[in-house]
C-alpha cells in the first residue's frame, strides 16, 4: 500500500485562512509514525507553502497546489494561474525575510518533474531557495535538484522563519492592493473549477 501523499496531509490539516492574518500557525503531519511540524507561511483555497523541513539553506520554501497534481503537465490552467500568481509575491516575501533591505538578494526557483528529476514527492511543488552570502564570499547554488548540504529544520527556526514571512506576506498583500488595486483575499479562481 502506498504511503498517503505528505503536502496533501498537509493540505488537509490547514485550512484556508485570511492573507492578514500573521500569528503562529503550525501543525503536526504524521505519516508513517515520521512526525514532522509544518511552518506555514500561506494557506489559501488552491495554494499552500510552508518551510522545506530539510532545507538547502535558511528560508528555504515549498509552494504547493493544495489539490494533488503529481507533475506540472497535470495541472489545469487555473490552478497554474495561482500558483504563478503566488510565487513571485512568495519569492518577495522570502528575500525579504532572508536579506533585509539589501538590494544584492539571489535565490533558486525550482520545480522538478518525476523521480529521475529529483522530485522526492510526487506532487505540484516548488522550492525557493534563498542564496545568500556564506563566510563572506559569493558561492555559485550548487546544491540543487534535490542534491547539497541538507539538515533537519530545527522547528524554533522553523516557527521564528515562518511568522517573520506570514508577517513580510501580510504587508505585502497590503501593498498590493493599496498600489495595484488587487485585493489577494478575492478568490480569482472562482470562475472555474480547477
Not at 547554488?141 to 539538515?151: L, V
Request: net charge negative; glycine share 8%; hydrophobic share 35%.
Amino acid at each position: 500500500m502506498a504511503e498517503p501523499c505528505p503536502f496533501c496531509n498537509i493540505a488537509a490539516t490547514n485550512p484556508p485562512t485570511p492573507l492578514n492574518n500573521p500569528e503562529p500557525k503550525s501543525t503536526t503531519d504524521s505519516i508513517s509514525d515520521n512526525v514532522k511540524t509544518a511552518h506555514m507561511i500561506l494557506s489559501t483555497e488552491h495554494v499552500i507553502a510552508f518551510m522545506d523541513i530539510m532545507p538547502l539553506t535558511p528560508g528555504h520554501v515549498l509552494v504547493v497546489s493544495r489539490h494533488h497534481y503529481e507533475k506540472l503537465g497535470d495541472m489545469g490552467v487555473l490552478a497554474s494561474q495561482e500558483i504563478g500568481k503566488w510565487l513571485p509575491i512568495l519569492s518577495r516575501v522570502v528575500t525579504k525575510v532572508i536579506f533585509g533591505d539589501d538590494p544584492d538578494r539571489h535565490w533558486n526557483v525550482v520545480q522538478n518533474n518525476g523521480s529521475r528529476a529529483a522530485q522526492v514527492v510526487p506532487h505540484v511543488h516548488f522550492h525557493l531557495i534563498p542564496r545568500p552570502i556564506t563566510d563572506g564570499v559569493h558561492r555559485p547554488g550548487f546544491a540543487m535538484f534535490g542534491r547539497g548540504q541538507r539538515s533537519e529544520l530545527d522547528d524554533e527556526e522553523g516557527e521564528e522563519l515562518s511568522h517573520a514571512m506570514r508577517v513580510e506576506l501580510a504587508g505585502e498583500v497590503r501593498r498590493i492592493k493599496s498600489e495595484e488595486g488587487i485585493d489577494l483575499s478575492i478568490d480569482s479562481t472562482s470562475r472555474g473549477k480547477l
